[in-house]
């Protein structure tokens, strides 16, 4: 079974500066993605970054990039000059392929406060 | 804008009661899901369906069960409600195993 965590409950990070938020993940897949998920106050899950486990480039979507060390099953979230409104919920997930019917599995959460 | 869209936002519901969480999606995706969250323990799978009339159970499906009558819907039910089950509920769909989810907004459910 594939498992993911977030090792930090929660962080926090002042505006402007950089933040980075770890996850690791087990599996004996080789053909998988990665994704990251914020979830703001108002609940809505929001697809922040997606990775394929066959790309090495690693992913990027404006200030948000990742660091995927495949070796290390690891998939961090690096957010770039931080801004009050990335305050959230944010979640790793993972998803294999074959007959998992696109079952994501999903980390525990990590809190993000910006302080401004 | 495409859309999950959950009926309720806020529930309450009393112990025993049967409680029906709506979730309809207009994506025409084939996958849908429905997951609970509480904290500490992240997204937990209940159930999912791949299909019309067809289902899986998830991680915790125990005290639950769905229905997929036509595509767009997928109800999660819970057959005698506990308190227990007071969490968030959150519908997804998603087209193929690629992409990620799209969201519903959640529902929270308090059981008293």
């Known amino acids: 079974a594939q498992t993911v965590t977030q090792s930090q409950p929660e962080m926090s990070v002042q505006e402007a500066e950089t933040v980075t938020l770890s996850c690791t993940y087990d599996t004996s897949e080789s053909d998988y993605y990665l994704f990251w998920y914020k979830q703001p106050p108002s609940r809505q899950m929001i697809l922040v970054i997606r990775q394929e486990a066959y790309k090495q480039q690693n992913a990027t979507e404006n200030r948000f990039s990742v660091n995927f060390q495949k070796a290390a099953k690891s998939f961090s979230l690096k957010i770039s000059d931080s801004q009050l409104g990335d305050a959230a919920m944010y979640f790793c997930a993972f998803n294999a392929g074959g007959t998992s019917y696109g079952k994501l599995t999903f980390g525990q959460g990590t809190i993000l406060t910006v302080h401004p | 804008d495409v859309k999950v869209t959950q009926s309720s936002r806020y529930l309450v519901k009393r112990t025993g009661e049967k409680v029906f969480l709506e979730c309809v999606q207009d994506?025409?995706?084939?996958?849908m899901f429905w997951y609970r969250q509480d904290p500490g323990l992240g997204l937990r799978l209940i159930y999912f369906s791949y299909d019309v009339k067809m289902k899986e159970k998830g991680d915790i499906p125990e005290g639950y069960s769905v229905s997929r009558e036509k595509k767009e819907r997928f109800s999660l039910i819970l057959e005698s409600a506990s308190t227990n089950q007071t969490s968030m509920y959150l519908c997804?769909?998603?087209?193929?195993?690629?992409?990620?989810?799209?969201f519903g907004s959640g529902t929270r459910l308090t059981v008293v």
């Open positions: 997804a769909s998603r087209d193929s195993w690629r992409s990620g989810y799209t």
């Open positions: 994506m025409d995706h084939e996958n």
